[in-house]
């Protein structure tokens, strides 16, 4: 009996540091995985945000006009106009009635090439002209622009 001891304590801690890899590696596999799944998850989402670029067309007294520049499309929700640092009120991004997709209000994404207006009456006026405009879009934001008189 004496003999038997030694070879069950050895088996039991065999088990024993088997059965801690087996969890160890368990519990390591599934943090690894999740890792991985985020980071392609964050990648597509900062590569479809890369291709959603706008550029500056022209503001007048009662619109401002920029362009999908990008390969993807950009919905209007999307798209914020500020002037003087203040949104628009009704094209600052999540009232899109007056955000015209190819001189439509109906599109509510604006495919690559599309013209996006800002129609609003008066956006350049009085208290706003020469202020400085700043259109962001999900790839870039466009600024160095301001209200012109006419």
């Known amino acids: 009996m004496k003999g038997i001891t030694p070879v069950i304590a050895v088996i039991l801690l065999l088990l024993i540091s088997i059965a801690v890899i087996a969890f160890a590696t368990g519990f390591f596999q599934t943090i690894v995985t999740t890792t991985g799944e985020q980071a392609v998850t ?21 619109a401002i006009n920029v362009k999908n520049s990008g390969a ?18 009704a094209c600052g991004g999540t009232t899109s009635d007056n955000i015209l997709i190819a ?16 129609s609003l009456t008066g956006v350049c006026d009085g208290a706003n002209l020469g202020k400085s ?17 006419e």
């Open 103 to 118: 001189g439509s209000a109906t599109p509510t994404e604006a495919a690559s090439g599309e013209l996006v207006t800002c």
């Open 42 to 62: 964050g990648s597509e989402k900062t590569g479809s945000r890369v291709l959603q670029v706008i550029e500056f067309v022209v503001a007048s007294k009662d």
């Open 133 to 149: 405009i700043t259109i962001t879009a999900p790839g870039n934001s466009i600024t160095g622009k301001t209200c012109p008189a």
């Open 72 to 89: 993807e499309n950009i919905l209007k929700d999307d798209i914020t106009f500020l002037v003087g640092g203040a949104p628009v009120d």
